[in-house]
């Protein structure tokens, strides 16, 4: 998505699952949905950006 199309969705706007979705993968970040009742939130969390660790290698 571009700057503009954000800017264009307001802070009026609910916006939709895909859309969450997409900005979710724009920020290389995770998206949790958390539906209470009348209320809703939506988060977005940064992936770490720590490479996992490698399993060890057997001695040769």
Same mark, same amino acid.
């Given at each position: 998505m571009t $700057?503009? $199309?954000i800017s264009n969705r307001g802070g009026d706007s609910v916006p939709t699952l895909p859309l969450l979705?997409?900005?979710a993968k /724009?920020?290389?970040a995770s998206l949790t949905i958390d539906?209470?009742?009348d209320s809703s939130t939506f988060v977005f969390s940064a992936?770490?950006?720590t490479? /996992?660790?490698a399993p060890p290698?057997? /001695?040769r």
């Open positions: $700057q503009p $199309q979705t997409r900005l /724009a920020l290389d539906l209470d009742g992936h770490d950006d490479p /996992a660790e290698r057997s /001695a």
